[in-house]
């Protein structure tokens, strides 16, 4: 009776998996008769429906960041909050060493040096800006049993609240700059850059470009210069170049300008992320951010840190 039961239930999951995928193949065919085209890639027979899902289902850019839980590494830390006339209101400039040992890892402070209210009176963050830092690229304590593997840490949003909630979504913003972020009020399906629809809000681009002497694809996403009022409230993205390994499709580097204005919080960010390689594995070796937001109830936060990763170890 059981069989008899689950044999429809195949069929039917087969045939919306089937669907679905049929539906995301003609959405990739018609963003592909959207994108501007270089001479080069035009007489490289460059496959750009097989390139847009690559893009869209890309996880490279993520697992760089992961794997950075498994490897010891020297970071250069120099985080600036400045007040509404630009001045210099707190800064943290650090060198700390991630050590990991044992399927643990930790955290040495090698040299800070801070300046204002960069710290509370208990020795917590002052500024937002600083515990998502903290959150990417410091250690509190001894951390075990990570691994690099994907499927090990989803990011969703809706299983978090208040801080963490905040943090994951950074990270869906920063991981996954063009898909859809749950959870976000006013602004998460604005994201998803690949919706049929919202495509047509902008230019794409493919070119061959080198990075760091490797052969890449540099994909572009750029808002349209002339677009309506009501348009313009569906931007996110201003613009995205990210450059892909030609021979193994890794995002090499990405640089992007997100900005918005939901009345209850406005926020106007630029990072770009730079990456290297060690013992096989993709690694972040610089990361870039400029940013200013503001959210209800909150001070207004302009920040702006750059964060240098160097000497790993495995």
């Given at each position: 009776?059981?069989?008899?039961?689950?044999?429809?239930?195949?069929?039917?999951?087969?045939?919306?998996?089937?669907?679905?995928?049929?539906?995301?193949?003609?959405?990739?065919?018609?963003?592909?008769?959207?994108i501007?085209?270089?001479?080069?890639?035009?007489?490289?027979?460059?496959?750009?429906?097989?390139?847009?899902?690559?893009?869209?289902?890309?996880?490279?850019?993520?697992?760089?960041?992961?794997?950075?839980?498994?490897?010891?590494?020297?970071?250069?830390?120099?985080?600036?909050?400045?007040?509404?006339?630009?001045?210099?209101?707190?800064?943290?400039?650090?060198?700390?060493?991630?050590?990991?040992?044992?399927?643990?890892?930790?955290?040495?402070?090698?040299?800070?040096?801070t300046?204002?209210d960069?710290?509370?009176?208990?020795?917590?963050?002052?500024?937002?800006t600083?515990?998502?830092?903290?959150g990417?690229?410091?250690?509190?304590?001894?951390?075990?049993?990570?691994?690099?593997?994907?499927?090990?840490?989803?990011?969703?949003?809706?299983?978090?609240?208040?801080?963490?909630?905040?943090?994951?979504?950074?990270?869906?913003?920063?991981?996954?700059?063009?898909?859809?972020?749950?959870?976000?009020?006013?602004?998460?399906?604005?994201?998803?850059?690949?919706?049929?629809?919202?495509?047509?809000?902008?230019?794409?681009?493919?070119?061959?470009?080198?990075?760091?002497?490797?052969?890449?694809?540099?994909?572009?996403i750029?808002?349209?210069?002339?677009?309506?009022?009501?348009?313009?409230?569906?931007?996110?993205?201003?613009?995205?170049?990210?450059?892909?390994?030609?021979?193994?499709?890794?995002?090499?580097?990405?640089?992007?300008?997100?900005?918005?204005?939901?009345?209850?919080?406005?926020?106007?960010?630029?990072?770009?992320?730079?990456?290297?390689?060690?013992?096989?594995?993709?690694?972040?070796?610089?990361?870039?951010?400029?940013?200013?937001?503001?959210?209800?109830?909150?001070?207004?936060?302009?920040g702006?840190?750059?964060?240098?990763?160097?000497?790993?170890?495995?």
């Open positions: 009776m059981r069989r008899y039961l689950l044999t429809p239930l195949l069929f039917w999951g087969t045939l919306i998996q089937a669907q679905t995928s049929t539906e995301d193949s003609l959405d990739n065919i018609r963003l592909a008769q959207m501007n085209l270089s001479e080069v890639v035009v007489s490289s027979n460059l496959d750009i429906s097989r390139f847009i899902e690559q893009v869209k289902r890309d996880t490279t850019f993520y697992k760089a960041f992961k794997n950075l839980r498994v490897l010891g590494f020297t970071s250069s830390n120099d985080i600036l909050l400045r007040d509404k006339k630009g001045n210099p209101s707190a800064r943290l400039i650090s060198k700390t060493r991630q050590v990991r040992e044992a399927g643990c890892r930790t955290m040495q402070v090698l040299e800070e040096n300046q204002g960069f710290y509370d009176r208990d020795g917590g963050y002052n500024y937002y600083a515990e998502l830092y903290a990417l690229f410091f250690t509190t304590g001894k951390v075990c049993g990570e691994t690099n593997m994907l499927r090990s840490s989803r990011l969703n949003p809706r299983e978090q609240r208040g801080l963490a909630k905040h943090k994951e979504q950074l990270k869906m913003l920063l991981f996954n700059p063009g898909h859809k972020v749950p959870g976000i009020p006013l602004m998460g399906d604005k994201i998803d850059l690949f919706d049929p629809q919202r495509a047509q809000l902008y230019d794409f681009s493919i070119d061959y470009a080198d990075r760091n002497g490797e052969s890449c694809y540099l994909f572009s750029k808002a349209k210069d002339k677009l309506r009022s009501g348009e313009l409230d569906k931007i996110v993205v201003d613009r995205m170049d990210t450059w892909f390994s030609t021979k193994t499709m890794e995002v090499l580097s990405r640089h992007y300008t997100m900005s918005y204005d939901a009345g209850v919080y406005d926020f106007n960010v630029q990072l770009e992320a730079e990456m290297t390689r060690f013992n096989g594995l993709l690694v972040p070796k610089v990361l870039r951010y400029v940013g200013n937001w503001d959210v209800a109830f909150k001070k207004r936060e302009r702006v840190f750059t964060a240098t990763l160097y000497d790993f170890k495995q």
